[in-house]
């Protein structure tokens, strides 16, 4: 997997004011009353048209780089999800994403603190993330799998797995016939 670096420290005007930008309409989201049209209509201009039909995100929110997110149809993202999105974050059609949950797709270098690396968060169709739990850059998180509240995924979670506890291990697997796919 290719990793992405931005150099926080030489960021252009332009992506200074987008990052200023960001920041005002998730600030104006988080304090618009929820199920109006005012914040319905910022949900939707965060995530500039990449968020799919059904879904919603509850505030409060806090989204660094929403561009970088892209959220399927009848997904729920519940209240107090960060993400982190410099490296991308996809979230598939019909995932669950619970109370106070990290995505987190870029971390800093160790050497170099004004470089983010940058790698991909992958929530696949139909997943659903305990509350509490947080995703690390690079992970995916495989189809109808679920992840318990409060696990730290460090490594890809396969396919209709459970897992759990920091770092996340799978416990067992779903029966996938048990799906109407």
Request: hydrophobic letters at 40%; one cysteine or more.
């Amino acid at each position: 997997m290719e990793v992405k670096r931005i150099d926080c420290s030489k960021q252009t005007p332009e992506e200074l004011a987008l990052a200023a930008h960001h920041a005002k309409l998730v600030h104006r989201f988080n304090m618009a009353e929820p199920y109006t049209e005012e914040w319905t209509n910022l949900m939707h201009e965060i995530f500039k048209g990449r968020i799919g039909e059904g879904s919603r995100v509850m505030s409060p929110l806090t989204a660094v780089r929403p561009h970088e997110v892209t959220i399927g149809k009848d997904c729920i993202i519940m209240n107090g999800c960060l993400m982190m999105s410099a490296g991308g974050i996809t979230i598939e059609d019909g995932a669950m994403i619970a109370a106070n949950c990290q995505l987190i797709s870029n971390n800093h270098d160790p050497y170099e603190r004004c470089v983010i690396t940058c790698k991909p968060v992958q929530i696949k169709k139909g997943a659903w993330i305990g509350a509490g739990s947080t995703i690390l850059p690079g992970v995916t998180v495989g189809k109808y799998a679920i992840v318990g509240a409060s696990s730290t995924v460090t490594k890809d979670i396969p396919d209709y797995a459970v897992a759990v506890g920091s770092p996340a291990k799978v416990i067992k697997y779903l029966d996938k016939e048990k799906f109407n796919d």
